[in-house]
Every structure is written in structure tokens, then in C-alpha cells.
């Protein structure tokens, strides 16, 4: 039979506990302050203090309202099958250095650590705080919410999300419609994220993400960018203004897909940067592949920037602009 663990660290053997403070940096933190927790399902935001499974919050907002800034505090989002946190307002996530982090598999699409608006609300959340993370959740409207996230903090790291946004058919209507608007954030990172849902007809020329105000140095890596259209209208990346970003923008070995239905018809482009004229680049880099969609960019693909295949001497690696149709 094997031993305990009491029996070997001297500590347990007298009675001390093993807190989750103790284990949260096994999760990329090397320092972690107060835990909470939340659970949609049976949590409460009246009663309960959060510091516990039994005694959670019901909603991700009461976390980052009780949350300490600066403190590298801690919430763990508990999954539902149908329940998803409570969130009753639009969120203003304007603390610093906090993390939030979901309690379920990380399939990447549609994960029950879920966050939802329940009422129509634009931004869902807006994120003003800096070096936040958030890992292994879902961000999700299905009401009429023009915006589901807007981040105008810098450095904020996003791993394994799936930003559900255009989620309601009025919304897909809507050219003010973008699942992630980044204004003014710099040097954010998104790792193995989905943007976007396949099962809402988007109708117009909206936008999957759009970045504004010198919005520079993101970098996306392994990310899936999804649709479903029946416009040729709607794209996944819009640059805003003349400066939308300064210096640049990466997307490395993404997937960017439009359906339409019967593959009756195409996307007209995957990006519009159209209204940049500063000086600025975006740099697909790796292996980026496109299904739905007529051109990379067909209106200012001097913006756009690929990796050169050719095996000439001095040319392989050195980027390209896409041909456009």
C-alpha cells in the first residue's frame, strides 16, 4: 500500500493543510495572492465570500470587484453544462496582474467555463487593467451585444479562449458588430485562441476583431479566426483610422475561415486595411491558411506581409505582399 504524504513531509504530519495558494503556480504563476472561486451553478455573490467551491461567487464580475490590484490574485471558474457565470452588467476588468482561469478541458471551442452576458450590453467586458491573464474560458453573448470584448490595457496574455462573439442574428446585421476590439492596447499575446462563431450569419461588413489607435505589437499564434457569412461584406481583421497600428501586428500558423452556405459564394477578403496610411505591417508568418474568402486583402495588400518560399539566392524568407484577384 503506498505511503501518504503526511508521512514524509513533516509539515502535513503535524497538521498543517496544502492551501490552493500553495498549488495555483504549478499552473505558469510563480506567485499567486487570494484564490476565489466562481460557480455558476451554485455559487452567489450575495452570500457567499468566494475563498471556496462551497462558497463561490456566481459571477466572474464579483471576482474582479472583490479582487486586490496588483496582488496577483486568482479566480477559478468552475464549468456548467448549461449554466455559464451570471454576469448581470457589462464588466470593466481595470485591475492589474489578476488571472482568470477556467476549470474544464481545454478543447479550445465552445468550453463550459463559460462567461455570459445575460443582458445587452456593449463591451461585454472591457479590459483597462494591464498584465492580466486569462486562460481555459469562454467569452460568450447570444443577445444583442455589438462588442463582446474591448481592450485597451497593454500586455494582457489570452490562452486557450474562445472569444463567442456575433452570437445573435440582429448582431450579425449590424456593421458596428466585432467580437474583440483592441484600441490603443500594445503588446498583448494570444495563444491557441478562437474568434468568432460558425452558426450566425454575418450579413454586412462587420468585423471579427478590429484594431484602432496605434494598436501595436499583438501577436497571435495558432489561433482560429471562424464565420459564417452570407454577405461578402464582413472580414475578420479591420484596421481603423490611419494609425491603426504603429510598427505591427503578427499572426502566426492561423486558420481563418468563412461558410457560406452551399459554397455558393465567397468573403471578399479576409483583412481591410484600407484606411491605414501610416507607415505599419502585418506579418502572417508560419503557415496561415484561408477557406471562404476571395483575397488575403484586395484593397491595400501593401500592408500585408507573408514569407517568401522561393528558393532563389536571397530571396527564401524574405516577405511578400499576396497577389490579389
Known sequence: MAGKASDFIPALK???KIHPEDLA?????PHVGNVYYVDP?????TANAGKQWNDAFASVGQFESTATDNNYDVCILAPGLHAASDETSAITWEKDHLSLVGNVAPVGISQRARVLANTSVSPMITVSGYGNNFKNVQLASWNDNNILMTVTGSRNYFSNVHFAGIGNATTGDDTAARVLYMNGAQECR?????FGVDTVMRSTTNATVEFASSASRNRFFECEFIMAADNVGPNHILLTGSSAIDRWLRFHNCSWYSFWTNDSDKVTHVID?????ATGHIRMTGSNDMVGFDDWEAANSSKVWFQGY?????????AINPSVS
Not at 503556480?25 to 504563476?29: F, K, R, S
Not at 451553478?41 to 455573490?45: E, L, Q, R, V, W
Open 14 to 16: 503535524y497538521g498543517n
Open 25 to 29: 503556480g504549478m499552473v505558469g504563476l
Open 41 to 45: 451553478t451554485n455559487g452567489s455573490d
Open 190 to 194: 494570444f495563444d491557441d485562441c478562437v
Open 273 to 277: 486595411a484600407a484606411a491605414q496610411t
Open 310 to 318: 522561393t528558393n532563389t539566392s536571397n530571396v527564401v524568407g524574405i
